[in-house]
């Protein structure tokens, strides 16, 4: 399995930018494709998940401002973030993970997203 983030840059304060995620491979079809980011000096940190019935969750920092969406037939996950701050500013990271008789978890390789004026 393998996952392809894009979509970072470099943003101003109140600006916005949509990040997504393909996935490739052997993926199984119940499965949750989630966001993590990780700031410099700082831990990684839950962002957004969703299931593939469409359930979403989101880190209280995040909510109403940012948005995940999938694609199931072509196993993609979107996050469009909007009224972004400068405390948003890290390597945001893509997760796919399903239980099928153990824990299968895959990660991205990673996308910079940098607010600053």
């Known amino acids: 399995v393998q996952l392809q983030a894009s979509g970072g840059g470099l943003v101003q304060p109140g600006g916005s930018l949509r990040l997504s995620c393909a996935a490739s491979g052997s993926i199984f079809s119940l499965n949750r494709m989630d966001w993590y980011r990780q700031a410099p000096g700082k831990q990684r940190e839950f962002v957004a998940s969703?299931?593939?019935?469409?359930?979403?969750n989101y880190a209280d920092s995040v909510k109403g401002r940012f948005s995940i969406s999938r694609d199931n037939a072509k196993n993609t996950v979107s996050l469009q973030m909007n009224s972004l701050n400068v405390e948003d500013t890290a390597v945001y990271y893509c997760n796919v993970q399903w239980w099928r008789g153990r824990l299968y978890e895959y990660w991205g390789q990673g996308t910079l997203v940098t607010v600053s004026s």
């Open positions: 969703i299931t593939s019935d469409l359930t979403t």
